[in-house]
């Protein structure tokens, strides 16, 4: 379903016009069994070809995770031995290429098992920390209690999977984990890069960067790890930022972690085989509404003189080709009571949505913050993906979104997932396997065209079902 509605952005959902078009014909059709996910060079993208090529590097990522191997020991692998390494992996893809001619030893498997096996700890602990505070906030609802419970039971049926995502996350050498991309706490990102067959061209990469979801208080970069693999194998170099939750920080807080990981992304993205020049941003639920605030901020005061809260640090909106809202959160004004009812309580919600000492609902929403066509210009096309059976974020939201972009001479789809829930395009069909509706228009949105992609299946069918049914989102 695409809906072209350009009614009033807070009409109600019964008087949006929706359009049911039938399944549209495959121009290209992607089998990672018989193409190992190629796309054809000076396909992908509708950025500058030449620019890119110009501007390209070549280099091995894995031969620079080898030599940091051997610089850094186990015994050392703590946050400040992390930081160096992150610094490391930056000045190494800075240098010329003559460095890399010399053979280096291989990590073992077991040292990378050990490696991930800290790393997991580390990680576990932050979370656990911070979801124990949040905890304390909550009063020990059973509201939350039940959906804890549920969400153990939805992450144990689901573990086949998991496990297989929890070897590729610490293990695989295509994966670059905890980058900083600021000083600030939780200010890293995870890079995931294309295969061995993609560095074998000299063309920059597209890239992608996503922002996780997790209702503004349990989200998490590695949440991303399952979108970030398939994107990657299919020749996008994709980015997913981490940032602050609630009580570590407010609204104010995350988007100030969004711009500054967005900001860092466009400046080095070059060095890792991404091309600055071809940047799609994708935000889920929560993140929907993050990526969808910083874009519309940012366009905003770059035909202004003066900062706007949320808009800080700038970064160049030029830059960026697409915006992808899937499943997200527009409209916080309207939602709040559905919020209250579901467990997210109006003290908890007014709190994280406030600054300057006052909770600001209508200016932390996008469909409220979009106003008048002066920066229409300045804007990339939006793609809203949306199921019918989303009851975290409703569909009207997100039509309200589309209808205030189209009233602001904004380009932009809505494209209705009929049945889908709200973590089903992100978490369960991809689990099941076969066609990915979620990544294929991701990818049609990079490469300018239509696109279908199979996928093997991670988990069995009736235990997907399984989660499915007893998924607390």
Not at 132 to 153: D, E, Q
Not at 250 to 278: A, C, F, H, R
Request: hydrophobic content about 40%; glycine content about 10%.
């Amino acid at each position: 379903m695409v809906d072209q509605s350009r009614d009033s952005p807070t009409a109600a959902a019964s008087e949006v016009s929706v359009e049911i078009a039938p399944p549209a014909k495959t121009l290209h059709t992607v089998h990672e069994e018989e193409t190992n996910g190629h796309i054809p060079a000076g396909r992908v993208g509708n950025g500058n070809s030449k620019r890119a090529q110009a501007r390209g590097t070549s280099f091995s990522l894995k031969q620079v995770r080898r030599n940091l191997s051997k610089q850094l020991s186990l015994d050392d692998f703590d946050w400040d031995a992390a930081k160096r390494r992150n610094e490391q992996i930056e000045q190494i893809a800075l240098n010329d290429q003559e460095q890399y001619d010399s053979p280096v030893k291989p990590q073992s498997n077991l040292e990378k098992a050990w490696i991930g096996f800290l790393g997991t700890l580390s990680d576990t602990f932050l979370v656990a920390r911070l979801a124990l505070k949040l905890f304390a906030y909550l009063g020990g609802g059973g509201t939350w209690v039940f959906r804890f419970l549920r969400l153990c039971l939805y992450t144990c049926l689901l573990m086949p999977g998991f496990a297989q995502m929890f070897f590729f996350y610490f293990l695989s050498s295509r994966v670059i984990r905890s980058v900083a991309y600021g000083k600030k706490p939780r200010q890293r990102l995870d890079i995931f890069v294309p295969k061995h067959h993609w560095k074998e061209n000299d063309t920059l990469r597209p890239v992608v960067i996503y922002v996780t979801g997790g209702a503004w208080t349990i989200g998490y970069k590695a949440w991303g790890s399952l979108l970030g693999r398939r994107l990657s194998k299919h020749g996008c170099l994709v980015c997913c930022l981490d940032y602050r939750n609630f009580p570590q920080g407010t609204i104010v807080d995350m988007l100030e972690d969004v711009n500054t990981g967005i900001g860092w992304v466009l400046q080095k993205i070059s060095n890792y085989g991404g091309d600055p020049e071809q940047v799609y941003l994708v935000g889920q639920s929560c993140g929907g509404q993050l990526c969808s605030l910083t874009t519309l901020l940012q366009a905003e005061q770059a035909i202004g003189p003066r900062a706007i809260i949320g808009g800080t640090p700038k970064w160049d909106i030029t830059h960026l080709r697409g915006l992808v809202g899937v499943s997200g959160v527009y409209n916080c004004a309207d939602l709040r009571q559905h919020f209250n009812q579901r467990g997210l309580y109006f003290s908890l919600f007014d709190r994280i949505m406030s600054f300057q000492g006052k909770t600001q609902l209508k200016a932390l929403s996008p469909t409220y913050v979009v106003h008048g066509a002066q920066y229409a210009h300045l804007m990339p096309p939006v793609l809203l993906l949306h199921g019918t059976k989303d009851t975290c974020a409703p569909l009207y939201n997100a039509k309200q979104f589309h209808q205030a972009l189209h009233r602001a001479g904004i380009q932009s789809t809505l494209k209705i997932y009929e049945g889908e829930t709200h973590t089903s395009p992100l978490v369960e069909n991809p689990m099941r396997g076969g066609t990915d509706k979620l990544m294929d228009d991701i990818l049609s949105m990079v490469k300018g065209e239509e696109t279908i992609t199979v996928q093997y299946s991670l988990c069995p069918g009736f235990l997907v079902t399984l989660a499915a049914w007893v998924c607390p989102f």
